[in-house]
Every structure is written in C-alpha cells, then in structure tokens.
C-alpha cells in the first residue's frame, strides 16, 4: 500500500540529461505514479510515460503523456498504444515507473525507475 504521505512529499530532483524547466514536470508526474497506483491500480506498478515537446503536441492536437497500469510485478510501458508511439516518435521521452519491492518496509515498497530516452533525428 502506497502511503498519502509518499504521494505528498515527492522530492523535487535535479536532473543531468533533463532540462531545468522540466523539473516541476517531473515531480508531478511522479506524484501522478503514486495517486494512479494506490487509487486506481491497487498500488501496483504504473508506467507514465511522457513527451517532453508537450507544446507542440498540444499545438498538432496529439497525446503526450501515456499511463500504464501494470501488475503487482511488471508494467510494460510498450503496451500501451499512446506511450509505445510517445516512445518512438519523441525527440526526449521519460518513462517513469512506480516499483514495488517486497523485502522493504511497507511505507518504502514503492520507488521509481526514471528513463531517459533522448533521441535525435527522428
């Protein structure tokens, strides 16, 4: 079970590969992870996956954000048909994926793997 507090005290992290401006983004989405996974997917894996031209996606009338509910051990964010197209058709792509681990304490059992995709000339 994901805690409200974990859902309310998301850090804000400073990224290498990241713009800065997208800090505040980021930290929502991760917010976002945890509401979906404890309110929505019985605080099992969740994958949000995101287009970081938000604007021009907005401007063409186009998703940029996909969500992925997974199992209690693995969410596939391919599955997905908006975040499989985000993935392969975005210059700068971030997945972020709630996890599970059962061999730490109920109030820690859910952390994040943050992706990076950046791609060029596609």
């Known amino acids: 079970m994901i805690p409200d507090e974990a859902v309310k005290k ?7 590969n990241i713009p800065e401006s997208e800090y505040n983004t980021i930290q929502e989405l991760v917010r976002q992870v ?14 949000i996956t995101y287009d970081m031209d938000t604007m021009e ?3 063409k009338r186009e998703e940029y954000i996909g969500v992925v509910l997974g199992s209690e051990h693995e969410v596939d964010p391919m599955s997905s048909t908006i975040s499989y197209h985000l ?21 820690s059992r859910s952390l994040f793997k943050e992706l990076f995709y950046g791609r060029s000339g596609l």
Do not use: H, M
């Open 87 to 107: 993935i392969v058709s975005a210059k700068e792509c971030i997945i972020l994926v709630s996890k599970k681990f059962k061999e730490l304490t109920e109030s």
């Open 34 to 47: 945890l509401k979906i996974s404890k309110d929505e997917n019985d605080s099992n894996e969740v994958a």
């Open 57 to 59: 996606r907005i401007q």
């Open 10 to 16: 998301v850090p804000r992290i400073k990224y290498k």
